[in-house]
């Protein structure tokens, strides 16, 4: 079975840009979660999915970031206009419904604005 | 608003010997998980050990066990006989068991543990 995949896993783009982040839960999966780790800083909650629907997106910085997740699968998290400080790792995680705990995590994508 | 605070940013231990990573949290729940989660270098964050906060005993897993103190709210994790693979960053983690749908995860900052040859 594979894993929670995240694309790319490294993207360097200069402020004012656009980048988008994307995610592979394992397939099944309803639950998808995005976190963000600031270098040096605690990782970070950003929001949840359930299937195609928002469950919480209190974590999320501002409205220059957009996430999706059409049909429930995969999901896309927007940043427009990236700024400095939203350089860091970005991870996703899915989780079945009815597992109470696990989140497995994918490998990140780190996101530097220059 | 629950907070998780891990004191070591970094540590260093000799392959084969015992070490202990720190954690402590700080929340009103009384019903929650907390979670020791692995990075290696370069590779996606795997879980390692939990531990239900109704449950006294301490969680164990091969190597791995904790102390998990609720009273302090204190959740170290010790692993034995380090070996070379587990070097990596150390993450804790606290989830409310009953957080609704969401389930979100509270992170500490990450213990970067070395073992050395």
């Known amino acids: 079975e594979a894993g929670v995949t995240q694309f790319p896993s490294h993207s360097v783009i200069e402020k004012g840009q656009t980048v988008t982040l994307r995610c592979d839960p394992i397939?099944?999966?309803?639950?998808l979660y995005w976190y963000r780790r600031v270098m040096g800083k605690e990782i970070k909650f950003l929001l949840h999915?359930?299937?195609?629907?928002?469950?919480?997106e209190s974590g999320m910085p501002n409205n220059r970031f957009l996430a999706e997740r059409t049909g429930g699968t995969y999901s896309t998290l927007k940043v427009q206009p990236a700024e400095l400080e939203d350089s860091g790792v970005y991870f996703c995680?899915?989780?079945?419904?009815?597992?109470?705990?696990?989140?497995?995590f994918g490998p990140g994508t780190r996101l530097t604005v220059t | 608003a629950q907070t998780v605070t891990q004191s070591q940013p970094e540590m260093s231990v000799q392959e084969a010997e015992t070490v202990t990573l720190s954690c402590t949290y700080d929340?009103?729940?009384?019903?929650?998980?907390l979670f020791w989660y692995k990075q290696p270098p370069s590779r996606q964050m795997i879980l390692v050990i939990r531990?239900?906060?109704?449950?006294?005993q301490n969680a164990t897993e091969n190597r791995f066990s904790v102390n998990f103190q609720k009273a302090a709210k204190s959740f170290s994790l010790k692993i034995s006989d380090s070996q070379l693979g587990d070097t990596a960053m150390y993450f804790c983690?606290?989830?409310?068991?009953?957080?609704?749908?969401?389930?979100?995860?509270?992170f500490g900052t990450g213990t970067l543990l070395a073992v050395q040859p």
């Open positions: 995680a899915s989780r079945p419904s009815g597992s109470s705990y696990e989140q497995y």
């Open positions: 397939s099944g999966h309803d639950n």
């Open positions: 999915f359930v299937k195609e629907s928002k469950q919480d």
């Open positions: 929340t009103s729940e009384n019903n929650y998980y």
């Open positions: 531990q239900e906060a109704y449950k006294q």
């Open positions: 983690a606290f989830m409310r068991r009953y957080g609704g749908a969401t389930n979100k995860l509270i």
